[in-house]
């Protein structure tokens, strides 16, 4: 029997996907509807392209909805399962694709902002996501979780299956790596006036 799709929005991910395993169609579309944004955005940071960052989610969302039968709510959250799948699936993309220059990020969809302001953030956007896509995996991946993500550093290290203090050295050496790319284009990206 189908629950009312506003009495979902207090459930747990965990609840949601155990209902929808056991036919549960709104608990699937309320699932749907919370993680899938923050599965895309977790694939775009990783990938800097946003047509593999569609693949990418499509293919972590389907894996979950495969696996909702034989879920153990003790064992891990929903969440901590799908950033792992996805690092996963961006890594063998981008291993499989090096080599390929990825596209441009495309402007953001904000009517409110000034042409000079769109463009200005672009540029940013696109600084950042060059910076990013030149650290090792692993650290672009701690990174992200960490600084772009917000996660804490114990839910990192599960995702990627590594001590805390091996993520607290990884986003460490990521965010130095990341201020020496990004260092000496300062002006360039509007934020001389902003000491």
Not at 99 to 108: D, Q
Not at 124 to 138: G, I, M, Y
Request: proline residues 4%.
């Amino acid at each position: 029997m189908d629950m009312p799709f506003d009495a979902m929005a207090e459930m747990s991910d965990e609840t949601l996907l155990v209902l929808f395993a056991n036919g549960d169609g709104a608990a699937a579309r309320a699932l749907n509807l919370r993680l899938t944004p923050r599965v895309m955005g977790h694939a775009y940071r990783l990938l800097g392209n946003h047509a593999e960052a569609e693949d990418v989610t499509q293919e972590a969302m389907l894996r979950l909805w495969k696996i909702a039968p034989e879920w153990r709510q003790d064992e891990a959250k929903v969440t901590t399962w799908l950033y792992r799948v996805v690092a996963n699936l961006c890594i063998d993309l981008r291993r499989r694709a090096r080599g390929v220059a990825l596209e441009s990020i495309p402007e953001p969809e904000d009517g409110r902002a000034t042409a000079a302001e769109i463009l200005q953030d672009a540029a940013r956007a696109e600084a950042l996501q060059e910076a990013l896509d030149q650290l090792p995996d692993r650290q672009r991946q701690a990174v992200v979780l960490r600084h772009i993500e917000g996660l804490a550093n114990p839910e990192i290290a599960e995702i990627m299956e590594i001590t805390t203090e091996a993520v607290e050295s990884l986003t460490a050496r990521g965010k130095r790596a990341l201020t020496a790319a990004l260092s000496g284009r300062q002006e360039e990206l509007g934020y001389g006036d902003e000491r």
